[in-house]
């Protein structure tokens, strides 16, 4: 058997060289996407997917991570829930007017869903208040 050479001082390591387009394409993909790009979706989020966000958000709000506000009563809970899931499409819809004790909305309740999908799209939100209006 041969004699192995005693390794080299660590400054004389000789340094492999990493291909420049490799350290290219780590960085493209390190880079943020656009707040457009990263929302879309090829298919809208179904009624399964929504209900698992509200029950996700309800069991937060049972474990106290809303707050008192939240667990004072059925509406406020609602109200909690619906801006967990969707804060954009809370605000949209609910924002200035929330649910009120004993108050069942069905209008705001599909303009709602209706919001999440196109959000879920990457779509516009422009026109989704006001859309399921019967009057």
């Known amino acids: 058997m041969r004699p192995r050479s005693p390794p080299l001082p660590f400054h004389r390591t000789p340094r492999r060289q990493i291909p420049a387009a490799c350290c290219l394409l780590l960085l493209l993909a390190l880079l943020p996407l656009p707040p ?3 929302k879309s979706s090829t298919r809208a989020i179904t009624d399964n997917e929504i209900r698992e966000k509200k029950n996700a958000c309800y069991a937060d709000i049972e474990n106290g991570l809303w707050g008192f506000a939240c667990r004072s009563s059925a ?4 109200n909690c829930v619906l801006r967990c899931a969707s804060p954009e499409c809370y605000n949209l819809i609910y ?3 929330p649910l009120e004790e004993g108050e069942l909305d069905y209008i705001r309740g599909q303009e709602y869903k209706y919001c999440m999908v196109k959000l ?3 779509e516009s939100l422009d026109g989704v208040k006001g859309s399921f209006n019967y009057s």
């Open 36 to 38: 457009a790009a990263a």
């Open 120 to 122: 879920s799209l990457g």
């Open 75 to 78: 509406t406020e809970k609602e």
């Open 95 to 97: 924002g200035g007017d």
